[in-house]
């Protein structure tokens, strides 16, 4: 029959093991040779969309990269399925854009806050995804 | 209640109501927006809902787990806590820092990072908040007569939740890095090291409540904190799938994550057997409840449901959808809301000298609020499967699907109502129960 002390040693010996593979993964998964997050083309525009992105709690509706809140569409492919004049549109209108009667706040946000968002958006869509961006983005829609 | 200073518990729980009060309060404005009525838009716009429920969430729970502290560790290190008036101004504190941080959130005043919107200067004061409960709770535990294991798995918990606190401040230009480091909080909080918390409170509810001897249950405590940590760290991959990391979080996070309903299930046989063993002599019926209650329901809320949409085949098509929001009500409410409530529950009597421990109310309690749970887990599990299906393999438009799965939203209200007159009598019992004194220092043995 199992001993407190074996019981200890179960423990601690599995959550060191386990924490130093998880951390051996992490550094595996942003090494050069495997970063797929599209990293290399992060540009001024796209940190400051992430910034407005943030400043604003868009993930407390939307969802990005399948993360987020689930009030309002998932965005990690917009450009590809509005296209950036709806998106601007949507971005700096004074009133609450409705559609389906579902209301977004009235960010009116500046033309140049509304394309460093689109930057962002345009930097997102080029994620790899393993193959997730094939069940939300419009190319998967019409296969 | 063996201590004096153990009363400060009761003022930390007190805080726990009233923030949990608050937290459904905005649950209810989500749901009715969710159902078409956003009238409240213009003031509560969803997003400000949304961070105010979960932050509340996260408040109201961490102010019970360290209100369970200031109970369990005086009376497990057999000694007085080192220093009330530095408690009382730490939990002044947390009550500031919260209360800032939820009326922020209706002025834009936030940082829109899922769970852990609290701004940076305010994440500044919870981590001074933090450090301060951590030199209280440890320095007593240390000073103290004995170190008992489930005191050190507890303090462990504490101290590892505060350590994984700072990932989550670390500043990324890339999406995919920041929210890969939100998860190193999140999922490791609530997969990881809150579960050492609650095996450290149920280890002292089940020594307290079933008679079985402490070393049969801490043996066990080891053992399932070792499942948990096992599964739970190398799990933390089901959250990679699909953000833009490598492949190989796809059968990490897989595998691990499958193994993670063991932990739930080991707590639930082990806090079953215990009751089965024990000598099932301790009034307190009701704090009885709820700690079973809470090992039971986890594992149908953490285990089964996180299970059913773990595997990578299936995230692919759930993942960002409401089935996610299924699975993460009857987790957080089987693992940590009824663990806290549990601990109230066993606590209260002790801290008053008011034994209502057979209340028809308390009883009423137990089981609308259970029953009114798992019916809004249900609405939100078929609203998410239909979701899932006619938006992801059916190709709807997102907004046609959402009218579309409307009513399941009116069910969801009907079931919540059930859960808040579950939670109002609760509540009243803890009124009821009266303020802690001194009286009952000598009144109450165990």
Redesign the interface.
Known sequence: M???KQ??A??LG??VI??L??IG??I???SKA?D????EN?TEA??KG?EL?????????H????????????LTKVVERRGEGYIKAVLTTPV?WA?????M?AYGFSQEEAADLIA?FNW?GK??????DT??SPL??DE | MKYKSQKVAYWFFALSMLLFGLQIVYGFIMGSAHAGYDGLHSIIPFNTARAVHTNLLVVWLLSGFMGAAYYIIPEEAQRELVNVKLAYVQLISLAVVGVIAIVGYHFNYWEGRKFLEIPRPLDYLVVVNVLLFLGLILTTLFKGKRKTTTALVLSMGLLFAALLYLPGMLPFDSQVKDSFFRWWVVHLWVEGVWELIMGGILSFLLIKLTGVDREVIEKWLYVIVGLTFLSGVLGTGHHYYYIGVNKIWLIVGGIFSALEPLAFLAMALFAVNMYRKGEKKHPNKLALYWTLGAAIVSFMGAGLLGFAHTLPQTNKYTHGTLVTAMHGHLAFWGAYAMIVLAIISYSLPNMTGRKLYESTRGRVAFWLSNIGMIGMTVAFGVAGVAQVYLERKFKMEFMAVQKEIEIHFVVLILCATIFLTGIISYMIDFYKHGKPNDEALETVSN
């Open positions: 199992l001993s407190k019981a200890r179960f423990f599995g959550t386990t924490f593979i998880f993964l992490t595996f998964s942003f495997q797929q997050s599209n990293d992060i796209v940190v992430k992105w943030e400043a604003n709690n868009c993930m407390g509706c969802t990005i990269l399948g993360e987020g809140a689930y009030y309002a569409p998932e609450d559609p389906n009667g579902r209301k706040v962002f997102i994620i790899d995804l393993n193959g997730f069940v939300v998967a829609k």
